[in-house]
């Protein structure tokens, strides 16, 4: 039988919970400076790379190629359209934008599209992080600098000039750290048994997701009872949930990797008669409609996830451009969001 254990007070504040933080140096507009015509092999960095943007055809212009994931999620739509808004004449740069509809192959045919096409720097949000290295290596012996964003490969880091975006295992770590305290602060003393929606398979934005709940559960006595991946999209995490609901198992929690699945979860739970307040969901991101969803009591914490990445990736090419260090990897700034703060996170949220 289902616990309603989501009656119980929220006793959580947001100093019991820890926030994970990294550096996100805010660049300054360098898009007259002259250096960036310069040659773009400079002095290697700590790891050996010696590349940085340039504008090599001299058109007054860097223009970066952006091989995108997808579409799959509201975090996506924000994601891109951080980039199209940044990447303009007016900020010094022109944009070449491929989406590889959440196919790693034809990502990686994308990528050699782009060094074809000889674009100055190239933008890569990997949708799965294996397989990377001779494409990396293939950037790299034609000049063209490359930058990882949102999602980390398991590359050397000889291979590209900077990561910028997630550290998706500690957003994992947040959420289980969450559901730690909530379980904690209500005295709950039944059984936890999590379903637990994974994004896609081999992209770190699951792999560091499900990191954390897989090294929290045992430890904690959680059982996931189910675990299967609805592909970061609504309609897939819809399908699984009600293939898991059909079952009959007990459980308790929802672990839903994205927001967009989270939707799709509670939509499944209301179509089987179910009501989505009497369960622990967690979700990742922090949509604007997911971020009422919290106020509404429907979703209980969200893990986010910045997509707006689009200038703080101009900024640190810029840096570069100018000469300046940057650091090999730099976190985006995320948090949590829950009953304490929705109300004033969501005059902030992204998307709709
Ligand atoms: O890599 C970021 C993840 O990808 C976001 O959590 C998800 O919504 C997106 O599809």
């Not at 058109?59 to 940044?86: C, H, M, P």
């Amino acid at each position: 039988m289902n616990l309603k254990i989501k009656k119980i007070a929220l006793a959580l504040t947001g100093a019991a919970m820890s926030l994970s933080f990294a550096a996100c140096s805010a660049g300054t507009d360098s898009s007259t400076d002259p250096t960036r015509g310069d040659d773009s092999t400079v002095a290697a960095d700590d790891s050996g790379y010696n590349l940085v943007p340039r504008d090599s055809n001299g058109d007054g212009l860097i223009t970066l190629g952006f091989a995108q994931v997808g579409a799959e999620s509201g975090w996506r739509t924000a994601n891109t359209q951080s980039y199209k808004d940044y990447f303009v004449e007016a900020n010094g740069f022109k944009l070449v934008f491929l989406d590889a509809n959440q196919d790693a192959d034809k990502q990686k045919q994308d990528v050699r599209d782009l060094i074809a096409q000889g674009v100055e720097v190239i933008d890569l949000a990997p949708v799965t992080d294996s397989g990377w290295e001779p494409i990396l290596q293939e950037a790299k012996d034609a000049g063209i600098p490359l930058i990882v964003s949102d999602r980390q490969l398991s590359v050397s880091d000889d291979l590209y000039l900077t990561y910028f975006g997630g550290n998706m295992e500690e957003e994992g770590k947040t959420a289980v750290k969450w559901l730690q305290d909530y379980i904690s602060a209500n005295n709950i003393s039944d059984p936890i048994n999590i379903v637990h929606l994974q994004g896609t398979i081999g992209s770190t934005a699951q792999k560091g997701r499900t990191k954390a709940l897989d090294d929290a559960a045992p430890g904690n006595g959680w059982n996931v009872v189910y675990q299967q991946t609805g592909e970061f999209t609504q309609a897939k995490g819809q399908e699984v949930m009600e293939s898991f609901l059909q079952q009959g198992k007990d459980f308790n929690v929802i672990y839903s990797e994205n927001d967009d699945m989270t939707y799709g979860a509670i939509d499944a739970l209301q179509a089987a008669g179910k009501d989505p307040k009497e369960y622990i969901i967690i979700s990742f991101d922090g949509n604007k409609s997911a971020v009422q969803m919290v106020i509404d009591g429907l979703i209980d914490v969200i893990a986010e996830c910045d997509p707006l990445l689009g200038p703080q990736v101009g900024a640190l090419i810029n840096q570069a451009a100018a000469g300046q260090t940057i650091a090999k990897v730099t976190y985006s700034q995320e948090g949590f969001i829950d009953s304490t703060n929705a109300v004033e996170k969501i005059k902030t949220a992204f998307g709709s």
